[in-house]
């Protein structure tokens, strides 16, 4: 009970929950947002590829390495693995002024610590288990064109809040974190309430 209510409060704290009940309207499937490996930009960089590759005298190895099926999946991995870079989880968000401030990443980076300490305190069966679940829960983020979708990254930030909390009732040091966490949560409602809506209306 006390790691499902310390989840409830980080959740209702996080960056990303508020984000989404300032635009809701980022929850909405807009058929455009969906990636298209037929783009013509990225048909014409494959193609471009392909000639090089043919003027290198290796045609055939070109036209199996560089293919639609090959670009779609290194898209794919680089949208899933994008969700891990710290400068947008942790520091700064999406680029996209509208689904983050720009301030902080969608999630608390002092609550970093406290997720990796839950991870790592397991067996390694419920390590491999849950890697499975949060690479599960990102897969999602290859769907979609903009690089740093934040609906489609949902799953992982519920899972970041879930083994914080954990770490915030289960680990003895965690206590130091509380100040910081709730300086951290108040820098951003700060910045959020009076700062972010001048820099949207640019």
Excluded: C
Excluded at 67 to 76: E, F, H, V
Excluded at 112 to 127: D, E, I, T
């Amino acid at each position: 009970m006390k790691i499902l209510l310390t989840f409830l409060v980080i959740t209702l704290l996080s960056p990303w929950l508020w984000l989404i009940i300032k635009g809701p309207r980022m929850l909405l499937l807009d058929p455009a947002s969906l990636y298209k490996i037929s783009q013509p930009s990225r048909i014409s960089e494959i193609n471009t590829l392909r000639g090089e590759a043919s003027s290198a005298g290796v045609g055939l190895l070109g036209r199996l390495v560089v293919n639609k099926a090959t670009w779609a999946a290194k898209d794919a991995l680089s949208r899933i693995l994008s969700t891990f870079d710290p400068h947008y989880l942790l520091l700064e968000g999406d680029v996209d002024i509208t689904r983050s401030t720009g301030k902080t990443g969608p999630v608390f980076l002092t609550l970093a610590p406290l997720v990796m300490w839950s991870f790592w305190h397991r067996g390694r069966k419920q390590r491999t288990g849950l890697a499975v679940l949060i690479l599960a829960a990102v897969a999602a983020a290859a769907m979609f064109e903009p690089y740093y979708f934040l609906p489609a990254r949902l799953g992982f930030f519920l899972i970041y809040n879930w083994l914080a909390a954990e770490g915030v009732v289960r680990a003895k040091w965690s206590t130091i974190y509380l100040a910081v966490v709730v300086f951290e949560a108040a820098r951003f409602a700060h910045d959020f309430r009076l700062h972010y809506p001048y820099r949207t209306s640019l």
